[in-house]
Each structure stands twice: as C-alpha cells, then as structure tokens.
Nanobody
Framework: QVQLRESGGGSVQAGGSLRLSCAAS????????MGWFRQAPGKEREGVAS???????TVADSVKERFTISKDNNKNTLYLHMNRLKPEDTAMYYC???????????????WGQGTQVTISS
C-alpha cells in the first residue's frame, strides 16, 4: 500500500526558508513519479514541482527562482526546498506519487495528508 507522509511545514516570516519532506512507503519510489502541490483556501490545487523516474524535474514558473525539488532514493524521500518565502506561498502543501509521468497535473493516484506552510509579512 502506497503511503506518503509530508513533514517540515510551519510558520515563518517572509524571506525565510523551509524544507518539506515526503517519506514514501509501500513501494520503491524509484518506480514512481512524484510531485509537490499546494492549495490555498478558496483556490485550486496547483502543481509546484515534480520529479520523474529518470530524475528530470519540473518547477512551476511562479516559484522557479526560489524553490527546488530533490529526492533521496535511498531514503525513499522527496524534498521541496523553499527559499525567499512570500506570504502568497501560504498554503497546504501536498506530496503525490504516480506510476505515470503527471508532472504538474493534479491527477496523481496517491496523495499525502499535507503539511501547512504559513508565511507572515
């Protein structure tokens, strides 16, 4: 059974940094494409970054200059490194996985419960 557990969220001031982690279990994460999504209250879920099986990554234009995605296959863990955070980055951040390459499309098969990120000005 595929399980994804996010951690690392919190409350920080604008300009700060956070690193989100997504621990995957129940499958070998090398076999799956994984992604980070976020959803703010009243807004649709949007793709932030993705990591495909071949190691290629996609990062949304809106955060490309500030966020990076990485993966530790030995630990079955996906990371989202967020720098120079802004109040508009405030959202629930979700990790997702799918055998198919979905990149930033929010139709992954498996989802975590999310971790809250709150940025104050």
């Amino acid at each position: 059974q595929v399980q994804l557990r996010e951690s690392g969220g919190g409350s920080v001031q604008a300009g700060g940094s956070l690193r989100l982690s997504c621990a995957a279990s129940g499958y070998n994460s090398r076999s799956y494409c994984m992604g980070w999504f976020r959803q703010a209250p009243g807004k649709e879920r949007e793709g932030v970054a993705s990591y495909d099986r071949d190691g290629s990554t996609t990062v949304a234009d809106s955060v490309k200059e500030r966020f990076t995605i990485s993966k530790d296959n030995n630990k079955n863990t996906l990371y989202l490194h967020m720098n120079r955070l802004k109040p508009e980055d405030t959202a629930m951040y979700y990790c997702a996985a799918d055998f198919r390459a979905r990149r930033l499309e929010p139709d992954y098969n498996y989802w975590g419960q999310g971790t809250q990120v709150t940025i104050s000005s």
